[in-house]
T-cell receptor
């Protein structure tokens, strides 16, 4: 079974630029999560999708971050415009109910200069 | 409130057992997880335990759950250099399937 795929693996941009990350979850997993992980910290949930609907985006900075999962499979996370404090690893995870065991992709390391 | 706490570092000698501890606050949690993160990598699920269990063993890994004290531990037997990583404890809330994460324990292996 293929795992969660993410791209790109690394991205370096300047502040005020925009960037997009892509995630392909494990086949059949209805729930998809985007996390932000700052160095030395645990993951922070940004948004949770159930199929193509948003379950929770309470911690997503909506003035600059957006995410979509149009067909209930792949998802993209966008930052526009980026700030220095957005430098982090962005992790995508998926799960199939009811155990909620989340499987993670390798992450995208974003550096904002 | 929601909080999962872990020590930041643990140093053990190669071949010894490592015990990583975690405390959580939400007694309604249904599943508790241990994830491993190696440098530059994503989070790898190691094991999980259902809240009605006290212990789970999987090869070199033993998970102990004390629900009364809200204490979870991960024991790694015969610790090897490949076990060097950050270990995250997480609890799952039944209501929305979200995970509450600890800050991670960095396991350092001494030769």
């Amino acid at each position: 079974e293929a795992g969660v795929a993410q791209s790109p693996r690394y991205k370096i941009i300047e502040k005020r630029q925009s960037v997009a990350f892509w995630c392909n979850p494990i086949s059949g997993h209805a729930t998809l999560y985007w996390y932000q992980q700052i160095l030395g910290q645990g993951p922070k949930l940004l948004i949770q999708f159930q199929n193509n609907g948003v379950v929770d985006d309470s911690q997503l900075p909506k003035d600059r971050f957006s995410a979509e999962r149009l067909k209930g499979v792949d998802s993209t996370l966008k930052i526009q415009p980026a700030k220095l404090e957005d430098s982090a690893v962005y992790l995508c995870a998926s799960s199939s109910d009811p155990t909620n065991t989340q499987y993670f992709g390798p992450g995208t390391r974003l550096t904002v200069l | 409130g929601e909080d999962v706490e872990q020590s930041l570092f643990l140093s053990v000698r190669e071949g010894d057992s490592s015990v990583i501890n975690c405390t959580y606050t939400d007694s309604s949690s249904t599943y508790l997880y241990w994830y491993k993160q190696e440098p530059g990598a994503g989070l790898q699920l190691l094991t999980y335990i259902f809240s009605n269990m006290d212990m789970k063993q999987d090869q070199r890994l033993t998970v102990l759950l004390n629900k009364k004290d809200k204490h979870l531990s991960l024991r790694i037997a015969d610790t090897q250099t490949g076990d060097s990583a950050i270990y995250f404890c997480a609890e799952s809330k039944d209501s929305n399937y979200q995970l509450i994460w600890g800050a991670g324990t960095k396991l350092i292996i001494k030769p």
